[in-house]
């Protein structure tokens, strides 16, 4: 099996080196010391205080806070927001509302959704149409059917009529009689 390439650029991937993880994107030097330091300080006091000094419960709380403090300023939710500022826009419902404003002005908006409206009714008169034409050579073919059935029920019925000249040919005899 051949090897494959590994020298993949990273900025062609999007992906930080740290395993390719959305929250590694976008960091600036000072959340990945944040986070490095946190998270090294969570275990050190996790394994210090619950294994060595037997505190247990304080050594858990005290590692989950490092760590939420290590995920919270240290990786980031999205570009220029990590997932502490995202937690409190989450939790905290800021009373500052944000307003969109169109680039568009709304009359072309109201144009353009015409035209494409004006441009669905024409697709759909068109496929109506195109149905229509189908049924209406159905109808063609059928109406030429029942006609070449008439005329040949015409002529069979013609055929058979009996054409009272040939008839009374038949029944006619002449006789030679001379009066006896």
Avoid: W
């Avoid at 927001?81 to 002005?105: A, C, D, H, N, W």
């Amino acid at each position: 099996m051949p090897q494959m390439e590994r020298n993949v650029n990273l900025e062609e991937i999007g992906a930080d080196p740290l395993f390719g993880l959305d929250g590694f994107k976008y960091q600036s030097i000072k959340q990945k010391a944040l986070f490095t330091i946190c998270t090294a300080l969570g275990v050190f006091s996790f394994l210090g205080l619950s294994v060595l000094l037997e505190k247990r419960a304080f050594g858990t709380i005290l590692a989950a806070l490092l760590f939420f403090v290590g995920v919270s300023g240290g990786l980031n939710y999205g570009p220029g927001m990590s997932y502490g500022k995202y937690l409190i826009l989450l939790f905290l419902r800021p009373r500052k509302v944000l307003t969109y404003q169109s680039t568009e002005s709304l009359l072309e908006v109201r144009k353009k959704a015409a035209e494409g409206k004006k441009e669905e009714e024409r697709i759909l008169k068109n496929a109506v149409r195109a149905a229509d034409h189908k049924k209406e050579g159905r109808k063609f073919i059928g109406l030429f059917v029942l006609i070449i059935m008439i005329v040949i029920g015409i002529m069979a019925a013609g055929g058979l009529k009996e054409d009272p000249q040939h008839h009374e040919a038949f029944l006619e005899v002449e006789t030679n009689d001379t009066g006896k």
